[in-house]
């Protein structure tokens, strides 16, 4: 079975690949990515250079691949294509017979945004931080508590992000952060989870594996593996009455023993490969299920640790040179064509 996997040179392209190749399914993997020193590039079968998602030319690109490849599935490993895939998912995989595993753009743009994402929680009564945008701000200085966090109401991987103690950090921090929201900064770090919820395409979620997880750089740098985990139900809730279709991610902190949400992204998750080595594999069994029809088994996970580290890979300037190139002559055949 063919797969295309986008972003291979993100941390999240890269656990997609690392999760095909756990699987008991032998996959075709073919991955893409705009810089060829993408690392998910060389575990791949097949690679290919694209143009930022910003650019005119990326969706060309990607349809010449498509057209040349004809992948089963495609698989989206950045924050920034969630959007396209979505918009053109009907089109592309009429046109290609691939399928594209993505949520509705409705869901997406509510996820991307963290002030919709509270909106949406709040407004559906599920737990989440206080939350305000620096308009209100004379009534958080009238009403809550320090210590608050200031962070961008689109980013990722902590990114931006301010833990304030006082008023003058606050106006300092809304200054230095574009676009702020500022929430409540609820229990602490030891108590803080990620949950990957997968969500069949009838829209029921099927499954949910939860772990606690230690930061670094934004990133699950340690993580801990919780079975049967109390908050799953709910979280299976929540995905359903968002609207998700696939992998849904959830981030959170426990304060008396409620999880208050603070993150969705509507996607596969930096640690979807340590869900793999603890004995769910979302992307293998959300390949056979949208591809061959499969039902999505129920997760049977170990309570295992996980610890990450860098590792390398050696690649010859000839490889280089030759992705480039590729690319070049690529993007020449289809400007000509357009």
């Known amino acids: 079975m063919k797969v295309l996997v986008t972003g291979a040179g993100a941390v999240l392209g890269q656990g997609i690949i690392k999760s095909l190749r756990m699987a008991n399914t032998s996959y075709y993997i ?3 990515d705009p810089d060829p020193r993408a690392v998910g590039l060389y575990w791949a079968d097949r690679a290919y250079l694209v143009p930022l998602v910003t650019d ?7 349809c010449h691949i ?42 997406i743009e509510i996820a991307n945004d963290k002030w919709l994402t509270y909106e949406f929680l709040s407004m559906n009564g599920f737990p989440c931080p206080k939350s305000a945008l620096p308009a209100d701000i004379s009534q958080i ?50 108590q803080e989870y990620t949950s990957g919820v997968v969500v069949n395409m009838e829209g029921i979620a099927t499954a949910v594996v939860t772990m606690r997880r230690e930061l670094r750089d934004g990133n699950t740098y340690r993580a801990y593996v919780e079975p049967d985990a109390p908050f ?4 299976a809730k929540i995905a359903e009455n968002l609207g998700g279709i696939g992998p ?18 509507a996607r596969f998750s930096g640690t979807t490969p340590v869900r793999a080595y603890a004995g769910f594999n979302e992307v293998d069994y959300l390949i056979q299920h949208c591809v061959l029809g499969t039902s999505i088994p129920a997760p049977q996970v170990r309570a295992i640790a996980v610890f990450r580290y860098w590792h390398e890979i050696i690649v010859e300037p000839e490889q280089l040179k030759q992705f480039t190139n590729n ?11 357009s």
């Open 30 to 32: 073919i991955a893409v």
């Open 56 to 62: 005119p030319s990326y969706l060309d690109v990607v």
């Open 66 to 107: 498509l057209q040349c490849q004809r992948p089963d599935v495609l698989l989206i490993g950045t924050d920034v294509e969630l959007p396209i895939y979505a918009q053109h998912k009907s089109e592309l995989e009429s046109r290609y017979k691939t399928r594209i595993i993505v949520s509705p753009l409705e869901v």
């Open 141 to 190: 200085l009238w009403e809550w508590n320090f210590p608050l966090i200031v962070k961008p109401r689109i980013g990722a991987r902590s990114v931006g992000v301010h833990l304030v103690k006082n008023e003058q950090q606050l106006y300092q921090a809304l200054t230095r952060v574009e676009n702020p929201i500022i929430q409540e900064c609820v229990a602490n770090a030891s």
């Open 232 to 235: 799953n139900f709910l979280l």
């Open 248 to 265: 849904l991610n959830f981030q959170f902190r426990v304060e008396q023993g409620i999880p208050k949400i603070f993150e969705i992204n």
């Open 327 to 337: 690319f070049k002559h690529a993007t020449t055949t289809i400007n000509k064509h």
